[in-house]
């Protein structure tokens, strides 16, 4: 009982290895999986629910499928036919713009992924320049890039783009274009002029309460009605119009979460060196509340990049929509789940990398404060 | 730090200097601007539809609509008016938005609670699924469901069923109608007697509890009653209640409730996709609840479910509720992505075939959102209300 | 281990019996050979760097925390894995900690009689009856219908205690009572706690206050890396440290 009670000098007494059911494989399995018989019986389901579901799902997608040929002659094993994809997969990508083009959408999405490792990837200096490149820069090179029609490049319609580059299109330009307007708007929402704020909480509001889709026909529908006679604005671009309204009134309350968080003090601060509304905005408050919000920014680009599959129902063809047209092809009937599976399998690559981007840059932050 | 005081502006500043006459014309401005953007855009859109022949104004509604629909809940045919089209549509809209977010919370709680779960293998599983669903384009997931997973199920013939009530093939869910005769005006009765008399066991109980500390089951006697009285009507009025069963009758079944694909793909996609949010929602909202709250109410001596009843869940749905009611809005907008499958909600019927008949794109545009706007602004209007009569107390 | 379960300690039978007690967080050692016995009506602080395994110590004691080896009895029953002792003695035992831990959803008032109430079965007017009494015992009797947040971190504590006293506890446990108070709030609560030992209650208490431990303590235990290196009356303790670790403790602790 008195274990080593007279032996024992106080101080000395040393560090034993725990019971064997408490650490180790053992230890983690009793703790995690089998600590009583409810826990037991949980663990049981899970391990029948993997069974149900990853068992059939791996033999499908990948012991029984088809993965070469060019046909639907070439899919004969029963599982997955891959080979759908492989076919379609220029369009899936590039939609119908001209092969021998396709170096452009090449270039302009290598130069992309460059620009967003120098906006991210925390070892490379320069952000702020970075970020100027990536709002400024960059669109003007991707736009004279994509469409063509100086500098020697043959133009394209943009009713030819389509496919993952269109669905990067509509995100990225939906959250560069929608920026520095959400930015205005969040600033007008608590601005002390009452006429600017009714309308900024007024456009805002309206955004946010409407469906994206609605947004979208608005645009398709309304909006050649509004311009004059004789205007005519692409389809793309209308939806581009709809989607920026929408979007920057999501981006205005994320960037006036950021303003609402910054300490009084730095306002106060701010007002007694002397400096002016838009001096205090731009050199103090607003760099500040941006560097809080990335997280937000990001979360609602996420969103947005979900919500670009809607412009499928006012006729363009992004990934989605091209994915669902070529299921129609006669020729390939029957492959929608291959043809939903790699659409969700690219989109889910996205999206899952950007929230897990997002919660990094949290963690990060908020280590920051505590210190 | 009070430095800023002694830079105040001389009494007679000039127009320009001062920054409050600054501010009004700036805000003049603002409106002017505005104010003509609208004109501009009206005179427009006057000019363009007067060009087009299209007429203005709300009369249409009154017109003949002329077409059919493929699900509505009230009497609807082609020689209904376009207003009784608006009707039909946002009943259905509502329709699907309120089956999604049963089962979206059903799901969701379930979810959010599994995530929770000491049990690693449950836990993860929950994790896989929020990670999945969450990350997956809503539409994709609603095509997904209608194009690529219903057209395995069966034929009418060979239906999955389930007691030979429900039927699940191809052309939807069959479930059977009740169809209650005379009588069954007792066992509605004996309910409402039961739900007023579950009110007063649960105040005689607490008031009991206060005055000898004596505590009572009341939920276990609530649902006692609330399960045994109606039942007990039930039988005495000799059973006033039949099912109509989906029947088989040539291809396809006839009778019961008939839940359309489209209805049941939409449906369980939306429910599906905001469990998600709802699980993440409810396993934050939990956590949000400090271990210290657990350990000190361990320490009176209460037990781990009183602690779940009387400290933890009351703090959690403080942060839980007001997130997921935003959620249940979430769901009723994303509900208008029933066009892509042709399920006839509000914006397919209305600002779809409405408006390609009519033409009349800035009413039924501004009707459609109206209606959206007007849902989302009552919910957080009622959000606020909340808000303030619930946030703890501070200092 | 249930062969040696004593079910009622006759008088004089220590309130806290710790025997050989040991304890780890994964591969960490955090408890090593703990034996203690603490008398009935005994006042003890727990003093010791921080990271000694002070506070796991006495979370042993309402189960809180788990051990894995050894013999904890607090007041005649013995901690088992069996979750009726646990209620008994969690019925037993009060606690006082580090961050309060007030139910913020709850008034004070609501607070004190949430146990009474639900655990002892306590008419609601009797257990608000008790309430008062102690709210007036810790001098703030006024404040029993706001919400902990409008209160001090003083006047937060002090109703903590409030809230333990309204279970009549055989024991309380106090997890370092005054780390997370203002200084000018700690003499609020020191002095609460001084009178609470005038009634002669049973008290743990983990504390950094040396003040405390000099004119309350029967006894004061020092621990340092997970074992209890030296138990002693409080002005050997301070005066006359056995051991070198003590010493070093003492000299770090009050040269401020």
Redesign the interface.
Known sequence: MSEGKTDYIPGQYPDLPPPITEVGVVGWLRQNLFSNWWNTGLTFLGLYLVYLIFVPLIQWAIIDADWVGDSREACTSGGACWVFIRVRLDQFLYGFYPVGEQWRVNMTGLLLAATIAWLTVPKIPGKRYAGLFALVIFPVIAYLLLSGGSFGLEPVETTLWGGLMLTLILALVGIVAAFPLGILLALGRRSKMPIVRALSVAFIELWRGVPLITVLFMSSVMLPLFLPEGVNFDKLLRALIGIVLFQSAYIAEVVRSGLQAIPKGQYEAADALGLSYWKKMGLIILPQALKLVIPGIVNTFNELFKDTTLVMIIGLLDLLAIIKAALEDPNWLGYSIEGYTFAGLVFWLFCFGMSRYSMAIERKLHTGHKR | ?S??SS?KAPAAASFWRDPEKR?WL??VL??AV?LALFGY?FQ??L???E?RGISTGFAFLNNEAGFGVLMSLIPYDETYTFGRTFLVGLLNTLLVSAIGIVFATLFGFIIGVARL??????SR?AALYI??F???????QI??WY???L?LLPHPRQSIELGEAVFLNKRGMYLPAPITESGFGWVLAALGVAIVASVFIARWARHR???????FPVFWTSLGLIVFLPWLAFGITGFPLSWEYPELRGFNFRGGITVIPELFALALALSIYTAAYIAEIVRSGIQSV?H??T?????????PG?TLR??II??AM?VIIPQLTSQYLNLT??S??A??IGYPDL?ALF?GTT?NQTGQ??EI?GI??GV??TI??SISAFMNWYNKRMA???? | MSENKIHHAPEGLPAVQMQGVHKWYGEFHVLKNINLDVARGERIVICGPSGSGKSTMIRCINRLEEHQKGHIVVDGTELTNDVKNIEIIRREVGMVFQHFNLFPHLTVLENCTLAPIWVRKMPRAEAEEIAMHYLEKVRIPDQANKYPGQLSGGQQQRVAIARSLCMSPRIMLFDEPTSALDPEMIKEVLDTMIELAETGMTMLVVTHEMGFAKTVADRVVFMDGGEIIEVNEPHEFFNNPQHERSQLFLSQILQH
């Open positions: 730090m430095d800023a830079e501010a700036f805000q603002v409106v505005v855009i427009n859109t000019h363009n539809l060009k779960s000491s049990n690693w293998i449950i599983l990670e999945i969450r990350n997956l384009p809503l539409l994709l095509l997904f194009f690529a997973i057209p509890q206060d005055t000898t500390g004596q505590t400090s210290g709250q350990e000190a109410a361990y320490a009176l001596g209460l037990k009183q009387l400290v009351p703090q403080r907008k994303n208008s992505l066009p892509a914006v600002a408006l794109a800035v545009i459609t959102m959206y706007l989302s602004l703890l107390v501070e200092r």
